[in-house]
Every structure is written in structure tokens, then in C-alpha cells.
């Protein structure tokens, strides 16, 4: 399908017509959704924008339910994927969606949550497996006409953690993986996967659909995968957050592959607390026989011994001293070569990440209790949180193995020691280096 006109923008998008109800069939279009009258009623919007935090609410009475959330996504996929300006993002829906959200929905009132993903839908990448009535393709006919036989090891960590699969995202077929001059997001299957902000517009790729469908609130997370780029590149044509795990820190197995030295999967989020949500979920805590890369990396060996170890790092996100106590590498890599514009903004979001968090606190004096605002000198700021400005990713921050970089060629030179044990000393703005001209990499190369 192709865009009927080239003047939507993401804001349209945000209240665009729709019309079906909710019991709409999951049959019989390229999405599973049967036409929906041409009435021009207001889209659904109830819950745009919405986050994982906002729809699990803190209790039973306040969360939002699976089926209401789940609803809500089938009709603003007919709305605006299916018809309206045609978004082209999702393949297929899962039939079994509604009674995965009325499952959900049960075991909260029972007092059973399962995780962070508890009754939120989610979207996956045509070339994830799942081992349900939906076909897994990598965009191409030549896999169709036999759904997977098994979960893949990333859908089967949602299932458990009681996520709501919403169906598949379009791709790049075969994942840019077929043709040097390709277009991102195209497949012989999903047609042409658009951008909400301009669908005239490169969404990028190769996981085009999952980027496009969780800007244009049509999932709240999606799984992406990458071989070099198609994580990174979706999210930032589409204005979303994305996660490029290191290879080995999520299971491969039931991935349709291009690289076994590459290939990793990773969210795709409109905040970073539910991105980090998502990763906390789908890492491998212990070794996946099914994927060797598993037993290669941190959390891997760390997961025999401590269960907890990939919750406590990646759930913190979501306080406001969730960085207290991190050191983090920053590469300079690839960032001195942008314009000062982007550049600044970069340099903006370290220095904010340096700022001490003003925070109430409750203290009791003289047997009444009163709030006070604090600044907390221990969370965000210079004393805790270690940021170490780079030209690469110095040996003593990140020990990846060899390949596994998303640093494609590093510098050979190492910053010193002793910069990383007084970074945290380092000036909100951190004295940029002339900026040599910009490299520009087609949109097409990302796999």
C-alpha cells in the first residue's frame, strides 16, 4: 500500500479518523483487520503517549487493563496502518492477543504480575519467532505458509513475564539483507513501511515497522534486531528510544540470522524507563543453549550466580537516582564529527545526567513528621555518577569482546587512566575538538 498523500505529518497521525469497533476480525488484510467504515470520527487517543509505568499503575484498581490497552492498539492499527495514510508498519496481528490480555487481566485481580511487561502489548519483528498462529518471515514469501514451530527465547522471556503479543512489525526484507541498494522498510510482504513525522519519508531500517508503530502509538514497546544499525537508525528517524544490546546479553535462537558475530535484539520505546523495562525482561540471566553467545558476556556468567544481577542494573532507570553509583563510557567517536547543533545537545544531556536530583524527604522532629527538599549530593552528580569523555571506549568502562562493538573501527588510542578517575570532575560542557566534516551513510546500508 502507498501513502495517499505526502502532507501527514506525526501530529495527523496523533488524531487521525477511526471508526471500527472493538471487536473488529483479526482476519482477511495484510494487518488481520477487516475495513472499517468511511465515517471520519475522531481517532482513539486515550492512550497515545502512553508508558509502561502509566498502564500498570501501582495496584489493581488503578491499572489499566490488557484488554482496554490491547483494544485500543487493534483499532489505531486499522485506523492509520491499515487505512488513513496507510503507515505500513505492522504485518500481521496475533489472533490470540485478546485472550493473552484477558489472561493478563485475570492474574492481576488473582495478585499475580509477572513483570514490568505485565499485560502491555507489544510488537515484534517479522523475524522473531513465535510459536503461536502467526507467520514469522523476515518479510519475504519465500518463509510464509508455516508459522514457527517454537517460541523464539525472546518471546518466550515476554510470555513469561505476562506481555500481551500484538503481532509482527514490517522489516527491511530479510533485514537489509538481500541487496545493496534496498530500500529501508520495504518488503514483499508489508509493502512499504512509512514514517510517522513524514511519510514521504525514510523510516529507516531494517526494523523499519517497529520503530514506525511505537512512534505512531500502535504498541507502547516493540522488539527490534540489529546487525549494524537497524536498532539505532529506526529509532532515530522516528524519534524513539532504542537499545543495541551487546551481542550475547539477549538470545539469538528463533532469530532469523545474518551475522552470528552481529546480530542482537533490542526495544524499541517511546521513554528510556521503558526501554530499560523491556531489556530487563528479554536478557539472557544465564547461558542460552540455544545461542552460544549467551555464556560470552557479563550477564551470562553473572546469572548463575545472581538471578537479580541484569533487574537491579537496568530497572534503576526509572528513580530519579537510578544513576547513582554508575560509571559510564562516553565515546567521542562519531559525535565530533556532527554539527554543533547536534553536538550540543549531546553535550547537554551529560551534563544533565551530572546534576545532583532535588528530592523530598521525610524526617520526624520533635514527634511531628515533616517533607523537605533536599539536594542529594550522593545521586547523579560528580561524587557518583563517573562519566569518562572519550575518543573511544577506554579498556578499564567496556570490555567487549572482539566484533561486538558498535564502534564498527576504534581508535587505537586509549584514554588515560588517569582521565577516568577524575572525569567526574569534568565541566557540563565538555571542550568540543574542531568538528571535521560530516560522513553521511546511506539509510539503506543498516542491516
Given amino acids: 500500500m502507498k501513502a495517499e498523500s505526502s502532507e501527514w505529518s506525526r501530529r495527523d497521525f496523533l488524531r487521525v479518523g477511526a471508526a471500527a469497533g472493538a471487536g473488529a476480525s483479526l482476519a482477511g488484510s495484510p494487518v488481520g483487520v477487516q475495513s472499517a467504515s468511511d465515517r471520519d470520527d475522531d481517532g482513539p487517543d486515550d492512550f497515545n503517549e502512553a508508558t509502561i509505568c502509566a498502564a500498570a499503575g501501582g495496584d489493581v484498581k488503578r491499572a489499566t487493563s490488557a484488554v482496554e490497552l490491547t483494544r485500543f492498539y487493534l483499532r489505531r492499527i486499522q485506523a492509520i496502518d491499515e487505512r488513513g495514510p496507510h503507515l505500513n508498519?505492522?504485518?500481521?496481528?496475533?489472533?490470540?492477543?485478546?485472550?493473552?490480555?484477558e489472561m493478563a487481566d485475570a492474574d492481576r485481580r488473582r495478585g499475580r504480575l509477572h513483570g514490568p511487561l505485565h499485560g502491555i502489548p507489544v510488537l515484534l519483528k517479522d523475524n522473531i519467532d513465535t510459536g503461536d498462529r502467526t507467520q514469522t518471515t523476515a518479510g519475504?514469501?519465500?518463509?510464509?505458509?508455516?508459522?514457527?514451530?517454537?517460541?523464539?527465547?525472546?518471546?518466550?522471556?515476554?510470555?513469561?513475564?505476562?506481555?500481551?503479543?500484538?503481532?509482527k512489525a514490517n522489516l527491511s526484507e530479510w533485514a537489509n539483507f538481500r541487496s545493496s541498494d534496498s530500500s529501508s522498510g520495504w518488503s514483499g510482504r508489508g509493502g512499504q513501511c512509512n514514517n510517522p513525522y513524514a511519510i514521504d519519508r525514510n523510516p529507516c531500517g531494517s526494523s523499519s515497522g517497529s520503530g514506525a508503530a511505537v512512534s505512531a502509538n500502535l504498541c507502547t514497546v516493540a522488539l527490534a534486531t540489529e546487525t549494524d544499525g537497524s536498532i539505532v537508525c529506526p529509532a532515530h528517524n522516528n524519534g524513539v528510544v532504542g537499545i543495541k544490546p551487546t551481542v550475547g546479553v539477549t538470545s539469538r535462537a528463533g532469530v532469523v540470522p545474518?551475522?552470528?558475530?552481529?546480530?542482537?535484539?533490542?526495544?524499541?520505546?517511546?521513554?528510556?524507563?521503558?526501554?530499560?523495562?523491556?531489556?530487563?525482561v528479554i536478557a539472557s540471566q544465564r547461558p542460552d543453549a540455544r545461542d552460544p553467545a549467551t555464556a560470552g558476556v557479563p550477564l551470562g556468567s553473572?546469572?548463575?550466580?545472581?538471578?537479580?544481577?541484569?533487574?537491579?542494573?537496568?530497572?534503576?532507570?526509572?528513580?530519579?537516582?537510578?544513576?547513582?553509583?554508575?560509571?559510564?563510557?562516553?565515546?567521542?567517536?562519531?559525535?565530533?564529527?556532527?554539527?554543533?547543533?547536534?553536538?550540543?545537545?549531546?553535550?547537554?544531556a551529560l551534563a544533565a545526567m551530572r546534576k545532583p536530583v532535588r528530592r523530598w524527604s521525610t524526617s520526624t522532629r520533635r514527634g511531628s513528621s515533616f517533607r523537605r527538599r533536599t539536594a542529594n549530593s550522593s545521586s547523579c552528580?560528580?561524587?557518583?555518577?563517573?562519566?569518562?569523555?572519550?575518543?573511544?571506549?577506554?579498556?578499564?568502562?567496556?570490555r567487549w569482546p572482539a566484533g561486538r562493538s558498535t564502534i564498527s573501527s576504534p581508535s587505537t588510542t586509549r584514554t588515560p587512566r588517569s582521565r577516568c578517575r577524575s572525569s567526574a570532575r569534568i565541566s557540563s560542557s565538555w571542550p568540543r575538538r574542531s568538528r571535521p566534516a560530516r560522513t553521511l551513510l546511506s539509510p539503506s546500508s543498516a542491516a
Fill in 89 to 101: 508498519s505492522v504485518i500481521e496481528l496475533n489472533p490470540d492477543a485478546i485472550a493473552m490480555a
Fill in 140 to 167: 519475504s514469501f519465500a518463509l510464509a505458509g508455516q508459522p514457527a514451530v517454537r517460541d523464539s527465547t525472546v518471546a518466550a522471556k515476554l510470555r513469561a513475564g505476562g506481555a500481551v503479543i500484538l503481532g
Fill in 258 to 280: 545474518i551475522s552470528h558475530t552481529q546480530d542482537t535484539i533490542g526495544p524499541h520505546a517511546r521513554t528510556v524507563a521503558d526501554a530499560a523495562a523491556v531489556l530487563t
Fill in 302 to 348: 553473572a546469572g548463575l550466580r545472581d538471578a537479580t544481577v541484569a533487574a537491579a542494573g537496568l530497572h534503576g532507570v526509572r528513580e530519579p537516582d537510578g544513576l547513582e553509583g554508575a560509571r559510564i563510557g562516553v565515546t567521542r567517536q562519531g559525535v565530533d564529527a556532527v554539527d554543533d547543533v547536534v553536538g550540543g545537545v549531546f553535550d547537554d
Fill in 381 to 398: 552528580c560528580s561524587t557518583s555518577l563517573t562519566i569518562c569523555a572519550t575518543t573511544s571506549p577506554p579498556a578499564s568502562v567496556c
